[in-house]
Antibody
Framework: QVQLQESGPGLVKPSQTLSLTCTVS??????????WSWIRQHPVKGLEWLGS???????YYNQSLKSRISISVDSSKNYFSLRLSSLTVADTAVYFC???????????WGQGTLVTVSS | DIQMTQSPSTLSASVGDRVTITCRAS??????LAWYQQKPGKAPKLLIY???SLESGVPSRFSSIESGTEFTLTISSLQPDDFATYYC?????????FGQGTKVEMK
């Protein structure tokens, strides 16, 4: 059974950088052939795909976030991470990590973690 | 980016009702469409993939059809566990995008 678990700070100040980690169990990030993704959900704007990292390390980002986003993998610990810089209050959302395939949508999700951007 | 437009945004229904939700893509997405169900405080749950394929373990009362750029999710007989918000999502091309959601509430 594949399980994903997000972890990170619940409160971050404007202009700072958010760092979230998604720990995966029941599957190997670097050998399974899947994409590992970050998605967020705003109270009003709905669900937004942020970016994905392929098992080989190639990354795909939502260009709406421009150069603020970075996703990386720690294969030794089987987790992947999100870094989002220059935060504003508009980045306040529930952040989910999830798994998908090249021809298959998000089948496993973490439970989500609320991140509030506030001074 | 491909825009996904769902309707209605809210739907009031009773147990046993037949419910339909529509999702329209701004361009052809070649059946690369998924439907999710989300309950408060939970992650979305995959119901349908490839426009009409039922995810394992999902009850057969859920179905979906495709007609060009329009997709329709049907719940044949609404059950108490089905009151939730439903989202469509295209995975034809990055950035993957979601519809704004349809909340199915009790009448």
């Amino acid at each position: 059974q594949v399980q994903l678990q997000e972890s990170g700070p619940g409160l971050v100040k404007p202009s700072q950088t958010l760092s979230l980690t998604c720990t995966v169990s029941g599957d190997s990030i670097t050998s399974s052939g899947y994409f590992w993704s970050w998605i967020r959900q705003h109270p009003v704007k709905g669900l937004e795909w942020l970016g994905s990292i392929y098992y080989n390390g190639r990354t795909y980002y939502n260009q709406s976030l421009k150069s603020r986003i970075s996703i990386s993998v720690d294969s030794s610990k089987n987790y992947f991470s999100l870094r989002l810089s220059s935060l504003t209050v508009a980045d306040t959302a529930v952040y989910f990590c999830a798994r998908h395939d090249t021809s298959y949508p998000f089948d496993y999700w973490g439970q989500g973690t609320l991140v509030t951007v506030s001074s | 980016d491909i825009q996904m437009t769902q309707s209605p945004s809210t739907l009031s229904a009773s147990v046993g009702d037949r419910v339909t939700i529509t999702c329209r893509a701004s361009q052809i997405i070649s059946s690369w469409l998924a439907w999710y169900q989300q309950k408060p405080g939970k992650a979305p749950k995959l119901l349908i993939y490839r426009a009409s394929s039922l995810e394992s373990g999902v009850p057969s009362r859920f179905s979906s059809i495709e007609s060009g750029t329009e997709f329709t999710l049907t719940i044949s007989s609404l059950q108490p566990d089905d009151f939730a918000t439903y989202y469509c999502q295209q995975y034809d091309s990055f950035p993957w995008t979601f519809g704004q959601g349809t909340k199915v509430e009790m009448k």
